[in-house]
């Protein structure tokens, strides 16, 4: 029996390649700025600064999706627990009705 695919998962997966492919694209960038600010010399202080303000940012960015892929490994446990007894509970009526057909059919 094959299991259902589970949503919060594959969107925990995906933020989570998300975010990896941001910072690679976000480092590539960062070394070609800083390279350029570098090679002017006068102005490199202040893109130094502008750099770290957008380093920040960004920073804030990847913490913000951290914790939303925390929420949604967390709300995908509680569905999947959630599932879990509802399956549980299901086979267990399921089960009484049985009896209770069985019981009826021997007392026929």
């Known amino acids: 029996m094959s299991t259902a695919p ?31 600010t570098e090679a002017t010399g ?10 770290h303000g957008l ?10 999706e951290r914790e939303v892929a925390t929420y949604l490994t967390i709300a995908s446990r509680v569905s999947a627990t959630a599932a879990d007894s509802c399956r549980e509970l299901t086979d267990l ?5 049985e009896a209770a057909a069985q019981a009826a059919a021997r007392a026929h």
Do not use: C, M
Not at 55 to 64: I, N, R, S
């Open 6 to 36: 589970n949503p919060f998962a594959d969107l925990t997966g995906f933020a989570s390649r998300g975010q990896l492919a941001a910072t690679d694209a976000f480092e590539t960038w960062l070394g070609i700025v800083q390279a350029v």
């Open 42 to 51: 006068t102005q490199a202080k202040h893109l130094r600064q502008i750099l």
């Open 55 to 64: 380093y920040d940012l960004v920073e804030q960015g990847f913490a913000v």
């Open 93 to 97: 009526a399921l089960g009484t009705v």
